[in-house]
């Protein structure tokens, strides 16, 4: 039984061809792509993940995943492939919309876990939601995964997402970053700190005028609370 269809994208034949070969093995059927460019023209709503190289000729890994988020609005799950691995690389490749971070050079026992991780998350979480969450003048559509603050449209990234959800579907509890780290970077090594609150400090921009519902209680952790 097919597992899912993984769109691969890296510029260097050699890695695209051992992780096709491999992914095929372990059940999943397996789209490449040289560039992010030819990448976008692949894409489709088969897709189930993308891994993606961020150092390519042309447009960036972190550039297609934001086209992907902002201009396709499209909440596929993102896997990056690099050998950066510095905490600004890390950060950059969240905020774009990463799901998870994989530095070269690799094992295929390593990809196929954070695979296998990152789908069942994601299955996971659209399992479990429900249509929608209102609070306050926030209203979050689950179905199409949207976010209305008023009644205006909030374009988040996947993991901004998650994090409002998270905080808003427990509406009054206090998160501490370690809680939304295990929650919802579970299979993800070495996530950092600051890399919750980077996402915090985007979402609470996004929000806009109203970005205190969004607030950290005393160093305790970040909670949702609308009477804030």
């Known amino acids: 039984m097919e597992k899912g269809k993984i769109l691969i994208v890296d510029d260097e034949a050699d890695i695209r061809e051992i992780l096709q070969f491999n992914l095929e093995n372990a059940g999943y059927a397996a789209d490449c792509a040289a560039s992010a460019e030819e990448a976008l023209e692949k894409l489709s709503p088969e897709h ?14 972190f550039r297609m995943a934001e086209v992907v988020r902002k201009e396709r609005e499209s909440r596929v799950p993102i896997i990056f492939l690099t050998a950066k691995n510095a905490e600004n690389d890390l950060l950059t490749g969240f905020s774009a919309g990463g799901d998870d971070y994989i530095s070269k050079p690799f094992s295929i026992h390593e990809v196929l876990a954070r695979i296998k991780a ?97 607030t950290n209680r005393s160093g305790y952790g970040y909670c949702f609370s609308p009477t804030e």
């Open 48 to 61: 189930s993940l993308i891994l993606l190289d961020v150092m390519m000729e042309g447009m960036s890994g």
């Open 118 to 214: 990152v789908l069942r998350r994601s299955s996971a979480m659209e399992e479990a939601e429900p249509d929608s969450i209102s609070s306050g003048k926030i209203r979050i559509d689950m179905s199409r995964k949207m976010v209305f603050a008023g009644d205006a449209p909030v374009l988040l990234s996947k993991k901004e997402f998650e994090i409002l959800c998270l905080l808003a579907s427990h509406e009054g509890r206090v998160y501490s970053r370690e809680d939304i780290i295990n929650e919802l970077w579970k299979d993800a090594p070495y996530v950092l700190d600051r890399t919750v609150d980077v996402h915090i400090a985007r979402i609470r921009a996004k929000l806009g005028e109203y970005k205190n519902y969004l």
